[in-house]
């Protein structure tokens, strides 16, 4: 398994080894041991998410301010940009952001520690995200971070298109009125 760092080193861009031929392809997606390895975390994922998306949908900025969730994301169909914003008080890159495309194509699987915002933009017709977390959803403890918020900055790809939000998204907090981990 290939471990990039992104903007943010605890960010983590894993490809992993595909086998492949004229009948198709073959990776394993998990394997605990090797993204222990890999990333030098042991966490027990102990939830999976699936959702389908159509073009411009933006989810997120989505975080738990309690119960937190650490997230291992992919694509199975379609392309997405992911973006996630440090949300970590202590941390040298509170309230910076990092983003890579996603996709069916690509393979790739973006690890994304607790502590941080975390949503993605749609960019092809319609996409299918696959998601493991490291704790249950709890929606008392869910918090939304702006998507558009100025002061954090991300460059969504959206090419002048108006994103598709769900009304909690598009009233989400601005980084200065957020509520932040330690």
Same mark, same amino acid.
């Given at each position: 398994?290939?471990?990039?760092?992104?903007?943010?080193p605890d960010?983590?861009?894993?490809?992993?080894?595909?086998?492949?031929?004229?009948?198709?392809?073959?990776?394993?997606?998990?394997?605990?041991?090797?993204f #222990?390895?890999?990333? *030098?975390?042991?966490? $027990?994922? /102990?939830? !999976?998410?699936?959702?389908? =998306?159509?073009?411009?949908?933006?989810?997120?900025?989505?975080?738990?301010?309690?119960?937190?969730?650490?997230?291992?994301? #992919?694509?199975?169909? *379609?392309?997405?940009? $992911?973006? /996630?914003? !440090?949300?970590?008080?202590? =941390?040298?890159?509170?309230?910076?952001?990092?983003?890579?495309?996603l996709?069916?194509?690509?393979?790739?699987?973006?690890?994304?520690?607790?502590?941080?915002?975390?949503?993605?933009? /749609?960019?092809?017709?319609?996409?299918?995200?696959?998601?493991?977390?490291?704790?249950?959803?709890?929606?008392?403890?869910?918090?939304s971070?702006?998507?558009?918020?100025?002061?954090?900055?991300?460059?969504?790809?959206?090419?002048?298109?108006?994103?598709?939000?769900?009304?909690?998204?598009?009233?989400?907090?601005?980084?200065?009125?957020?509520?932040?981990?330690?």
């Amino acid at each position: 398994m290939l471990v990039t760092p992104t903007a943010i080193p605890d960010v983590l861009i894993l490809e992993p080894q595909v086998f492949g031929d004229d009948r198709g392809f073959f990776f394993e997606s998990y394997n605990r041991r090797a993204f #222990r390895e890999a990333t *030098g975390r042991n966490v $027990d994922f /102990v939830q !999976d998410n699936h959702s389908r =998306s159509a073009r411009h949908v933006l989810r997120g900025m989505h975080y738990q301010i309690r119960q937190p969730q650490g997230k291992l994301v #992919r694509v199975t169909a *379609g392309e997405v940009f $992911d973006a /996630v914003v !440090d949300l970590r008080k202590s =941390s040298p890159t509170f309230g910076k952001w990092a983003g890579v495309m996603l996709s069916a194509a690509n393979r790739r699987m973006l690890w994304v520690p607790e502590g941080f915002a975390h949503g993605f933009l /749609v960019t092809s017709e319609s996409a299918e995200f696959l998601y493991k977390t490291t704790d249950y959803y709890a929606p008392e403890h869910e918090r939304s971070l702006l998507w558009s918020d100025p002061t954090v900055g991300i460059d969504w790809p959206l090419g002048g298109a108006q994103p598709l939000l769900k009304p909690k998204d598009a009233a989400g907090s601005p980084l200065a009125e957020a509520t932040a981990f330690p």
